[in-house]
């Protein structure tokens, strides 16, 4: 059986550090805003090469805040992409504004600058570019199109820590960025965690007001904040992996680039491709396929794993029916959530079971 995804690998390298670092934990003084969090924090700040990382409770938290930080609320309108996880749409619509969907490039999945101006509007205050599936997006032109307008950029990074665009780290672009630490991410913690990073440090010293109930001094509150922090086990868990994401991100892009090569030319298969001057750090390996359900059931049936990112676009969920939307408002979105399919990626993962998953690839097609 091959799995989709394995912590195994992963969880053995660091076994003995994890158990050292959880008896430090039990006896720390602090087990909430403490001595784990603010290293990890500067430690995060200097990978991602920013001034400064606010450490909160997860990625669609880290979205939300960055917003609020940015003053957005109802009447405001917020561009994100149509192919994305509904986390990014769901950050916008809980600051009450409106996220309004631009579909992405048919090859890059990220999306497409020149469709940008056309769906600013007066109401238009942020961009959110989506690092999908751990590509870099087109940051040169999205950031280029937001000063234009005087927009706000927030970059959703949740997948793509260390992915670069034309040498620059993605999470480093944008005003205020958000980011994600779900346990399967590329850097993922052992729960629930996420953080914003910037450049501006009256933005940060906001965000870290906010994820604390609005408050930097104890028990007066500027803003009606919320509780988001992220905890000093998680903290202490994601100083360790840090270390190793540099080695884990190469192990990926290596099995991404044997996938590559194995499947080039196999059926009607679409592979990733990579924009001009972007990097993957292929937080995800995504093919495309016409034949998307019936190549997933037969490889089900070889005890290879595989899943679907996204099925259901944002725009056609149950949960943004007030939206208004009808099948056929983004059409590249859609052709996507029907072809494309997500083969098992993960540090661990052998030569010889991509080999195999690409055989079996070969012998349905
Ligand atoms: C995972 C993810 C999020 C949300 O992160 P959580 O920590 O699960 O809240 C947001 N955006 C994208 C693109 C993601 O992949």
Redesign the pocket.
């Known amino acids: 059986m091959i799995p989709f995804f394995s912590f195994e690998d992963t969880n053995r390298q660091i076994r003995q550090e994890l158990i050292e670092a959880f008896k430090k934990f039990i006896d720390a003084k602090n087990y909430i805003l403490g001595a784990s969090l603010s290293d990890f924090e500067q430690n995060y700040a200097h990978f991602n090469q920013v001034q400064h990382c606010i450490g909160v409770?997860?990625?669609?938290?880290?979205?939300y805040i960055a917003l609020k930080v940015l003053g957005i609320s109802a009447g405001d309108e917020v561009i994100v992409p149509s192919n994305?996880?509904?986390?990014?749409a769901l950050?916008v619509s809980h600051t009450g504004a409106i996220p309004v969907f631009v579909e992405p490039r048919n090859l890059t999945y990220n999306l497409n600058p020149d469709l940008i101006e056309p769906a600013i509007t007066s109401h238009t205050k942020v961009i959110i570019p989506?690092?999908?599936y751990g590509q870099a997006c087109e940051m040169d032109a999205i950031m280029h199109i937001a000063g234009k307008h005087k927009l706000f950029v927030v970059e959703?990074?949740?997948?793509a820590h260390g992915a670069q665009y034309h040498g620059k780290l993605t999470g480093s672009f944008g005003h205020i960025n958000?980011?994600?630490?779900?346990p399967?991410?590329n850097l993922g913690a052992l729960g629930?965690?996420?953080a914003v990073t910037t450049n501006d440090s009256e933005f940060a010293r906001k965000a870290a007001t906010f994820r604390n109930y609005g408050s930097s001094r104890r028990y007066y509150n500027e803003v009606q904040g919320v509780n988001s922090r992220l905890d000093e086990w998680q903290a202490a868990v994601l100083n360790i992996k840090l270390n190793y994401l540099q080695a884990w991100t190469k192990e990926r892009q290596a099995l991404a680039n044997q996938y590559i090569d194995l499947l080039q030319g196999v059926g009607d298969i679409i592979l990733p491709h990579l924009a001009d001057r972007a990097t993957s750090v292929y937080?995800l390996f995504v093919i495309r396929t016409g034949r998307r359900d019936a190549l997933q059931q037969y490889l089900q049936t070889k005890n290879i794993s595989t899943l679907i990112h996204y099925p259901v676009p944002p725009h056609l969920q149950e949960a943004y029916q007030e939206l208004g939307y009808q099948k056929g408002a983004y059409p590249i979105a859609e052709d996507m959530a029907s072809t494309c399919l997500s083969l098992p990626l993960y540090v661990g993962l052998q030569e010889n079971q991509v080999a195999y998953i690409c055989d079996q690839i070969k012998n349905f097609f």
Request: net charge negative.
């Open positions: 409770g997860n990625g669609l938290d880290a979205l994305t996880y509904i986390a990014t950050a989506v690092h999908l959703d990074n949740a997948q958000a980011t994600s630490f779900y399967t991410k629930d965690a996420g937080h």
